[in-house]
């Protein structure tokens, strides 16, 4: 009898070692280590960033982890809520398919190491595995960009539920749990993973803020499955294989393509791909948008009050509430309205934290431009995303000065593209670290971070980095200098 998925899965996990990795695979990694603290320092002052930090502390138990940002030593479990709560905030995480994952996988790996002492090479290992899983299972069920017959085909249920897999395997790899309880961590996962309910997100709005899934909920259920099956129970793992009765049918895709969960398992490492990263604090649907209104404002200088209309050509999939949302009653609401997020564009604000002040989200002159923005579908939308998985086909006009302004892009910043501006360079990354941990950390601490990250294989131990993620933290040696 052949290995279930989940066992291939369980054996993949076991497998997975740092002198294995392909070097893009060991690069891309700490990319999205790097990225991920800063997103999580940025949002320390923010609603769903502050509320995640209290609700760690509710939580209670030893101080054996970081909240990122605060210096502040609480559990691992409330530090892994706290820190998928503040990576995915501000909303300017990185994403690869099915979406948004490095704040469901990366908190419990980031807790669990730290509280072990583990090394940088087996962070390495964990974030490698985990994003590869999700990716994985995210290519195997239905996509939010899927189409059908020229059409866009976007699924009636869908969510990110399927990176509970992912998160737990990093968590089973950094606690380096006995072979045999792999395949029991990773079918509890699988039993007990949250529903899927982004599509009603989609559709209501004023939009809650829990957003499509909240990030410390998953990291809660694999923190659980690990632990679970530590302690002895036993999970199943015949759950991916049943389609029947089994995780495809209750959490919801139409669509199972197993085989892309399992074919070059191990030797094939995709998620590099289409790994993307992104510049702007709001819903990647409107960056390529933001590229060409962020380009024709300051070519042109042009100020807010000069501008008569803004229209927009959009992913045929946004024409939802969430996203035609013109009632900004909360700042979260500013990071997925299409007209909101255009007219805070004009007023040419660095990206950052700051696209989340109230004075500007609120302010006058933003929610005034929002009723000169207008948009409609892009009329090669489909066949442009079927010629290329970085896809976002996005055109723009500026009517100001009597005259109009056009720009097109078809892949936004941050994707890997055929068009290599697309690519987000390791320089561009630590500069946006920087402006997102500017206010909370020194100067000295941010070089010291930055170098520790880019040189993870060689840190002896990744508390050295996460004890120094905020302004109260105490150094007495740089995590620089503990290389070694």
Same mark, same amino acid.
């Given at each position: 009898m052949s290995d279930t998925i989940i066992e291939q899965l369980a054996d993949f996990t076991a497998q997975t070692e740092y002198d294995r990795l392909p070097p893009a695979v060991v690069e891309e990694c700490k990319r999205i280590l790097l990225d991920s603290i800063g997103c999580a320092v940025?949002?320390?002052g923010e609603p769903k960033g502050r509320i995640g930090i209290d609700y760690a502390r509710m939580m209670g138990g030893n101080d054996d982890a970081t909240v990122i940002g605060t210096?502040?030593?609480?559990?691992?479990?409330?530090?892994?809520?706290?820190?998928?709560?503040?990576?995915?905030?501000?909303?300017?995480?990185?994403?690869?398919?099915?979406?948004?994952?490095?704040?469901?996988?990366?908190?419990?790996?980031?807790?669990?190491?730290?509280?072990r002492h583990a090394t940088g090479k087996a962070l390495i290992e964990a974030i490698a595995l985990s994003h590869e899983m999700s990716y994985r299972l995210g290519k195997a069920m239905d996509y939010l960009r899927d189409t059908k017959d020229g059409k866009v085909s976007p699924p009636p249920v869908y969510g990110y539920s399927s990176t509970?897999?992912?998160?737990?395997?990093?968590?089973?790899?950094?606690k380096a749990l006995p072979a045999e309880v792999l395949p029991n961590?990773?079918?509890?996962?699988?039993?007990?993973?949250p529903v899927n309910s982004q599509v009603a997100w989609f559709q209501h709005a004023p939009s809650s803020t829990i957003k499509y899934l909240l990030a410390g909920a998953l990291t809660q259920t694999a923190m659980t499955a690990a632990h679970m099956a530590e302690l002895g129970h036993r999970g199943d793992v015949q759950i991916l294989d049943d389609r029947e009765y089994g995780f495809p049918r209750f959490i919801g895709t139409r669509r199972w393509e197993?085989?892309?969960?399992?074919?070059?398992?191990?030797?094939?490492?995709?998620?590099?791909?289409?790994?993307?990263?992104?510049?702007?604090?709001?819903?990647?649907?409107?960056?390529?948008l933001l590229d060409s209104l962020t380009d024709i404002v300051e070519t042109h200088d042009i100020a807010p009050h000069e501008i008569d209309g803004i229209k927009a050509w959009v992913e045929g999939f946004v024409e939802q509430p969430v996203w035609l949302n013109r009632e900004i009653e909360h700042v979260h609401d500013a990071q997925f309205s299409i007209a909101h997020g255009l007219a805070l564009?004009?007023?040419?604000?660095?990206?950052?934290?700051?696209?989340?002040?109230?004075?500007?989200?609120?302010?006058?002159?933003?929610?005034?431009?929002?009723?000169?923005?207008?948009?409609?579908?892009?009329?090669?939308?489909?066949?442009l995303l079927s010629g290329h998985a970085a896809s976002r086909p996005a055109k723009i006009e500026v009517s100001a000065r009597g005259q109009t302004f056009l720009g097109e892009r078809r892949y936004p910043k941050g994707s890997p593209s055929p068009d290599p501006?697309?690519?987000?360079?390791?320089?561009?990354? #630590?500069?946006?670290?920087?402006? =997102?941990? *500017?206010? %909370?950390?020194?100067?000295?601490? /941010?070089?010291? #971070?930055?170098?520790?990250?880019? =040189?993870? *294989?060689? %840190?002896?131990?990744?508390?050295? /980095?996460?004890? #120094?993620?905020?302004?109260?933290?105490?150094?007495?040696?740089?995590?620089?200098r503990r290389i070694g």
């Open positions: 940025a949002a320390i210096g502040e030593r609480v559990s691992i479990f409330g530090a892994a809520f706290a820190n998928g709560e503040l990576i995915n905030a501000l909303d300017m995480d990185a994403v690869v398919p099915p979406g948004h994952v490095a704040p469901y996988v990366l908190p419990g790996a980031l807790a669990v190491g730290e509280a509970v897999f992912g998160a737990t395997a990093a968590i089973v790899k950094l961590a990773l079918g509890i996962a699988g039993s007990i993973s197993a085989e892309r969960i399992t074919t070059g398992l191990g030797t094939d490492w995709l998620f590099p791909t289409e790994q993307a990263y992104k510049p702007y604090p709001h819903c990647r649907i409107l960056h390529a564009g004009a007023h040419r604000v660095p990206p950052g934290k700051a696209w989340q002040d109230p004075e500007l989200v609120f302010g006058r002159s933003v929610m005034e431009l929002m009723d000169k923005v207008s948009h409609e579908v892009h009329p090669n939308y489909v066949e501006a697309s690519l987000m360079s390791n320089d561009e990354l #630590v500069a946006k670290f920087r402006r =997102n941990t *500017e206010d %909370v950390m020194s100067a000295d601490r /941010i070089d010291d #971070v930055i170098a520790a990250v880019f =040189n993870l *294989e060689n %840190v002896d131990d990744v508390a050295s /980095i996460m004890r #120094v993620l905020g302004p109260d933290a105490r150094q007495t040696q740089s995590p620089e």
